[in-house]
């Protein structure tokens, strides 16, 4: 006996049910389905950093018109380098150098040149890296 205000669900409302719930279903995939990422890269890794060693340091000074200022100065890496900046004022300034193999040549400012007594320690900051600057 069927109670008052109760309902029954037939046979035909529980397949339309399914069915429309199946619609919604792939609707949903296929609107999910149409995100794409493109494939990437990603990793770690290390290397040694070796370092140089300075050797044979010989300084030009400016005999023209003041012997205490430097012009320029070279020196030997123990390896090949592509850059080389070198400071003789302990890193507060650094000068371009011309690297040939293993031999450095940097130039000072020809507006300041450094005097012996401001050369107080030389810093060499050099790379093999084909672009190490960027």
Do not use: H
């Not at 999910?32 to 890794?45: D, I, L, Q, R, S």
């Not at 100065?73 to 123990?78: C, D, E, I, M, P």
């Not at 040549?105 to 050099?126: F, G, K, N, Y």
Request: glycine residues 8%.
């Amino acid at each position: 006996m069927k109670r008052p205000g109760s309902k029954k669900f037939g046979t035909k409302r529980v397949i339309g049910l399914v069915l429309a719930m199946g619609i919604l279903s792939a609707a949903t995939y296929a609107f999910t389905n149409t995100n794409t990422v493109t494939a990437a890269a990603a990793g770690e890794g290390k290397g040694t950093i070796s370092g140089y060693t300075a050797s044979d340091v010989d300084y030009t000074f400016n005999t023209a018109t003041d012997p205490a200022t430097i012009t320029a100065y070279t020196f030997t890496l123990n390896q090949n380098a592509t850059m080389v900046k070198a400071s003789l004022d302990g890193g507060l300034n650094f000068d371009d150098c011309a690297v040939v193999a293993t031999v450095v040549t940097c130039t000072t400012s020809l507006l300041d040149p450094p005097t012996v007594a401001e050369a107080v320690s030389l810093r060499v900051i050099a790379s093999n890296d084909a672009n190490p600057l960027t």
